[in-house]
């Protein structure tokens, strides 16, 4: 296990980590041996897992911190550096979902993804990586896209662009680092599949317009939950890929893999997207 040996003893900062894959990767940090920082906006939601992950004898802290305040995260970097230690692994993990057509979204819930789903993640990155660069010790950053980042899906406009634009980010953020020179950041990207979550029930919807239309793709949505990764599982599955030092990190390869390939298919042709009804495609991970 080449996870343990890259990751085991440092400290593991990760946002969103009262739920799904958040939960399922401070889990497993813990089982390498990483010192966990639990973040996340759900006060009983960390408090819990705190308790759980010191029960096995792990070191964990929880933190209550809304990504969308960037001072909040930046006072989350200086009690961690001050209290705890430097930081050997951030994952910027916290996100949400959104329903129904574009033109019914209201505008808070259109500016509630982008908030934390790619405010979160630059403030994140503003809060801890100048502190992570000037350590000189190993260090990775992990942000969270999905395979909705390589995807077209209609009734999620929001969460979908959210999620090209976090796999963007990434990809320059891994270039500015390496044109910098800080050989000891090491930049990821990670991918997940449909892993068990609690995202499509917490998701906003629209309450003006096609009610119906968003509520079903909601349906479609949690239908697949049946069939969704154990969180741990896909953690793993994480863990030893970027000890590897892949950049593209995928809980489910093939899966994942095949959306990507499609992706690129689209592009490379320049073919517009095609609605393809009756075809179940699950875009989330949290």
């Not at 660069?133 to 959210?162: E, F, H, K």
């Not at 049946?226 to 892949?246: K, L, S, T």
Request: hydrophobic share 50%; net charge negative.
């Amino acid at each position: 296990m080449i996870a343990r040996d890259t990751f085991g003893g440092g400290v593991a900062v990760i946002t969103g980590a009262g739920t799904g894959i958040g939960a399922g990767l401070a889990r497993y940090a813990a089982r390498l041996g990483m010192m966990v920082v639990l973040a996340d906006i759900d006060t009983k939601a960390v408090a819990a897992l705190r308790d759980e992950l010191r029960g096995t004898g792990a070191v964990a802290v929880d933190a209550v911190c809304d990504v969308r305040d960037p001072e909040a995260v930046h006072a989350l970097a200086e009690r961690t550096y001050q209290d705890i230690g430097p930081v050997r692994l951030l994952v910027n993990n916290a996100g949400v979902e959104q329903f129904g057509y574009l033109w019914d979204t209201p505008i808070e819930n259109w500016n509630r993804v982008v908030d934390i789903n790619i405010s979160g993640v630059f403030h994140g990155v503003h809060a801890f990586l100048p502190k992570m660069i000037d350590a000189g010790t190993p260090a990775w950053v992990w942000n969270l896209s999905s395979i909705g980042g390589v995807a077209v899906v209609p009734l999620q406009a929001p969460y979908i662009m959210s999620k090209h634009a976090v796999l963007a980010l990434t990809e320059c953020l891994r270039l500015e680092v390496q044109h910098a020179g800080h050989d000891h950041i090491h930049v990821q990207a990670v991918l997940p599949g449909a892993v068990v979550s609690k995202i499509f029930e917490s998701a906003g919807g629209v309450s003006d317009g096609d009610v119906v239309a968003a509520e079903s793709q909601r349906d479609a949505m949690l239908g697949i939950k049946a069939e969704a990764m154990d969180p741990v599982a896909a953690a793993e599955v994480v863990f030893e890929q970027a000890a590897e030092g892949r950049f593209y990190l995928l809980t489910q390869p093939e899966y994942v893999g095949s959306a990507m390939a499609e992706r690129a298919e689209v592009l490379v042709s320049q073919r517009p997207p095609v609605l393809r009804t009756g075809r179940r495609f699950d875009p989330a991970h949290q």
